[in-house]
Protein backbone atom coordinates (compact mmCIF):
# COMPACT_ATOMS: atom_id res chain seq x y z
CA UNK A 1 0.00 0.00 0.00
CA UNK A 2 2.74 2.55 0.96
CA UNK A 3 4.52 2.25 -2.10
CA UNK A 4 1.15 2.73 -4.29
CA UNK A 5 0.98 5.76 -2.30
CA UNK A 6 4.63 7.02 -2.51
CA UNK A 7 4.42 6.42 -6.55
CA UNK A 8 1.45 8.41 -6.81
CA UNK A 9 2.38 11.06 -4.65
CA UNK A 10 5.41 11.25 -6.51
CA UNK A 11 3.92 11.42 -9.97
CA UNK A 12 1.82 14.06 -8.86
CA UNK A 13 4.38 16.44 -7.66
CA UNK A 14 6.08 15.50 -11.04
CA UNK A 15 3.62 16.48 -13.19
CA UNK A 16 2.06 19.00 -11.59
CA UNK A 17 5.70 20.76 -10.88
CA UNK A 18 6.76 20.41 -14.58
CA UNK A 19 3.39 22.23 -15.41
CA UNK A 20 3.96 24.98 -12.43
CA UNK A 21 7.89 25.18 -14.23
CA UNK A 22 6.55 26.37 -17.17
CA UNK A 23 3.17 28.33 -16.62
CA UNK A 24 5.59 30.10 -14.13
CA UNK A 25 8.29 30.68 -16.70
CA UNK A 26 5.54 32.03 -19.01
CA UNK A 27 4.38 34.11 -15.74
CA UNK A 28 6.85 36.22 -14.74
CA UNK A 29 8.41 36.57 -18.50
CA UNK A 30 5.17 37.49 -20.80
CA UNK A 31 2.63 38.12 -17.65
CA UNK A 32 3.69 40.02 -15.02
CA UNK A 33 4.68 42.92 -17.00
CA UNK A 34 1.41 43.02 -19.31
CA UNK A 35 -0.50 42.40 -16.00
CA UNK A 36 1.38 42.69 -12.79
CA UNK A 37 2.11 40.06 -10.11
CA UNK A 38 -1.04 40.17 -8.83
CA UNK A 39 -3.03 38.86 -11.30
CA UNK A 40 -0.63 37.18 -13.23
CA UNK A 41 -0.86 34.70 -10.48
CA UNK A 42 -4.76 34.73 -10.37
CA UNK A 43 -4.43 34.20 -14.16
CA UNK A 44 -2.27 30.71 -13.49
CA UNK A 45 -3.99 29.59 -10.43
CA UNK A 46 -6.72 27.93 -12.04
CA UNK A 47 -5.02 26.39 -14.69
CA UNK A 48 -2.47 24.86 -12.35
CA UNK A 49 -6.08 23.93 -9.95
CA UNK A 50 -7.83 22.16 -12.55
CA UNK A 51 -4.63 20.29 -14.17
CA UNK A 52 -4.17 19.70 -10.16
CA UNK A 53 -7.39 18.06 -9.93
CA UNK A 54 -7.51 16.16 -13.55
CA UNK A 55 -4.43 14.77 -12.62
CA UNK A 56 -5.26 13.48 -8.85
CA UNK A 57 -8.52 11.95 -9.93
CA UNK A 58 -6.76 9.95 -12.42
CA UNK A 59 -3.72 8.70 -9.81
CA UNK A 60 -6.21 8.39 -7.16
CA UNK A 61 -8.42 5.70 -9.63
CA UNK A 62 -5.24 4.20 -10.86
CA UNK A 63 -3.67 3.33 -7.44
CA UNK A 64 -7.00 2.46 -6.16
CA UNK A 65 -6.47 4.89 -3.13
CA UNK A 66 -9.12 5.65 -0.22
CA UNK A 67 -9.80 9.16 1.30
CA UNK A 68 -6.82 8.29 3.81
CA UNK A 69 -4.20 7.06 1.82
CA UNK A 70 -5.07 9.93 -1.29
CA UNK A 71 -4.44 12.42 1.66
CA UNK A 72 -1.00 10.68 2.27
CA UNK A 73 -0.73 10.81 -1.74
CA UNK A 74 -1.21 15.20 -0.98
CA UNK A 75 0.47 15.68 1.96
CA UNK A 76 3.63 14.05 0.28
CA UNK A 77 3.04 16.06 -3.55
CA UNK A 78 3.08 19.25 -1.19
CA UNK A 79 6.37 18.61 0.58
CA UNK A 80 7.90 17.98 -2.55
CA UNK A 81 6.73 21.04 -4.11
CA UNK A 82 7.61 22.83 -1.37
CA UNK A 83 11.09 21.67 -1.00
CA UNK A 84 11.45 22.60 -4.53
CA UNK A 85 9.79 26.17 -4.68
CA UNK A 86 11.96 26.47 -1.68
CA UNK A 87 15.30 25.95 -3.75
CA UNK A 88 14.69 27.86 -6.80
CA UNK A 89 13.99 30.45 -4.48
CA UNK A 90 16.90 30.24 -2.67
CA UNK A 91 19.37 29.00 -5.68
CA UNK A 92 18.05 30.10 -8.42
CA UNK A 93 16.78 33.28 -8.05
CA UNK A 94 19.14 34.29 -4.97
CA UNK A 95 16.81 34.99 -2.38
CA UNK A 96 17.48 34.25 1.83
CA UNK A 97 14.98 32.12 3.26
CA UNK A 98 13.47 34.93 5.14
CA UNK A 99 12.69 36.22 2.12
CA UNK A 100 10.78 33.23 0.67
CA UNK A 101 8.75 33.15 3.85
CA UNK A 102 7.69 36.82 3.62
CA UNK A 103 6.71 36.64 0.04
CA UNK A 104 3.99 34.62 1.76
CA UNK A 105 2.80 36.86 3.01
CA UNK A 106 2.03 39.16 0.46
CA UNK A 107 -1.14 38.73 -1.57
CA UNK A 108 0.58 37.03 -4.45
CA UNK A 109 2.72 34.63 -2.79
CA UNK A 110 -0.85 33.84 -0.14
CA UNK A 111 -2.70 33.25 -3.14
CA UNK A 112 0.01 30.71 -4.48
CA UNK A 113 0.23 29.21 -0.75
CA UNK A 114 -3.47 28.98 -0.79
CA UNK A 115 -3.69 26.97 -4.23
CA UNK A 116 -0.64 24.65 -3.20
CA UNK A 117 -2.44 23.32 0.14
CA UNK A 118 -5.80 23.25 -2.40
CA UNK A 119 -3.41 20.93 -4.67
CA UNK A 120 -2.67 19.10 -1.55
CA UNK A 121 -5.76 18.25 -0.98
CA UNK A 122 -7.22 17.72 -4.33
CA UNK A 123 -6.23 13.88 -4.16
CA UNK A 124 -8.12 13.45 -0.76
CA UNK A 125 -11.02 15.29 -2.34
CA UNK A 126 -10.95 13.45 -5.32
CA UNK A 127 -10.85 9.57 -3.32
CA UNK A 128 -13.94 10.89 -1.21
CA UNK A 129 -15.95 11.45 -4.38
CA UNK A 130 -14.83 8.40 -6.03
CA UNK A 131 -15.81 6.36 -2.70
CA UNK A 132 -19.59 8.29 -2.80
CA UNK A 133 -19.03 10.34 0.19
CA UNK A 134 -19.40 13.66 -1.22
Known amino acids: MLSR ?3 AGLAYWAAIFALGFVLGALRVTVMVP ?3 ELAAVL ?38 LMGCE ?6 AFGQAPGQWLAGMGEAPGAIGLAGQVTFALLPWWAARRRAGAG
Do not use: D, I, Q
Request: glycine content about 10%; hydrophobic content about 70%.
Open 5 to 7: VVR
Open 34 to 36: LLG
Open 43 to 80: AELPVMLAASWLWARVLVRRHRLGPGAALVMGALAFLL
Open 86 to 91: AALALG
